[in-house]
């Protein structure tokens, strides 16, 4: 059997370097002929994944969520039907806390040999490929803005510290919304179209009845406060000192449609997505293999 081992040697203040002998010894151990690549720059992982990704048996990535986006994105692109596993190295890793992953790398290792295929679903963002989150608004461009130095002593704070800081300036965007359900046209602070238990490092963001392989995203629309008494209904509902508000937009869809008034950021995976206009949203149901530990069957 042959594995396709792709790492980035900086996430996480590269703690993968201190480890890399006994993960790899880990995968020979499990049967199979191993070969290794550190990443080199943005997109490398896709571009070997979409390459490479066929020869071999089984893909395994280690590094943060924009390391897992980019080997997902070159499975899908490439049309390799083959299972993935993966080991968390970075800051926030919200994907692996979904999936009950091993926070320890080696024990990490021994479920992506050794555990078993999950069938999870993919977000589809008009051409380009998120595992799980596409978002716009406040907070969104925290992550690619935010120093890897400062992620990695802080972790998830970080998000926050540098989003509070820029709440009061922060532009809010007027769209058109379309899914299976209505049509919702308003003024939105920040917005979020995912499929995952943690976003942020918060878990419960999402809601209570989240699904990975449903075929389904869960979205959030988050209206802009006319008045500080609209803020604080926000922060009530989002630190669950409320249930509802009319602040807050939360529906499923398995697809929707963005139409905003001006060109808006948004970020795939906590990696910056493009300056966009409209946009289509789909859902890939059970579009990716993914090794986990026993138990999460």
Request: hydrophobic share 40%.
């Amino acid at each position: 059997m042959k594995l396709l081992f792709v790492y980035n040697p900086h996430s996480g203040v590269g703690k993968i370097k201190s480890q890399l002998s006994d993960i790899i010894e880990i995968m020979v151990q499990a049967g199979y002929e191993v070969s290794v690549h550190p990443t080199q720059a943005v997109l490398d992982a896709r571009n070997v994944v979409l390459e490479r990704a066929g020869q071999y048996d089984l893909v395994v990535c280690c590094g943060g969520d924009g390391t897992l986006d980019e080997t997902v994105t070159g499975l899908i692109e490439g049309g390799h039907k083959i299972p993935l596993g993966y080991i968390p190295a970075g800051s926030t890793n919200d994907f692996a806390a979904s999936l009950n992953l091993p926070k320890n790398m080696k024990k990490a290792a021994q479920a992506a040999v050794g555990g078993d295929d999950f069938l999870c679903d993919v977000g589809c963002f008009g051409d380009r490929h998120f595992v799980y989150i596409a978002a716009f608004g406040l907070f969104t461009d925290v992550s690619y803005q935010t120093k890897q130095e400062l992620k990695n002593v802080l972790g998830h704070v970080a998000y926050i510290l540098e989003g509070a800081r820029r709440i009061g300036s922060h532009p809010s965007y007027r769209m058109r919304v379309e899914y299976d359900g209505g049509v919702i046209e308003d003024e939105f602070l920040y917005g979020m179209v995912t499929n995952s238990l943690s976003v942020g490092g918060f878990k419960g963001m999402t809601g209570d009845d989240v699904s990975l392989n449903d075929g389904l995203f869960e979205v959030m629309l988050i209206r802009t406060p006319r008045n500080a008494v609209e803020l604080n209904e926000i922060i009530a509902v989002l630190t669950k000192l409320r249930t509802e508000s009319d602040m807050i937009y939360t529906f499923k869809t398995d697809e929707l449609f963005v139409s905003p008034y001006q060109s808006i950021p948004w970020t795939l995976d906590g990696e910056f997505g493009g300056q966009q206009t409209q946009i289509h949203l789909q859902n890939l149901k059970q579009a990716l293999s993914i090794r986990v530990p026993a138990k999460m069957q």
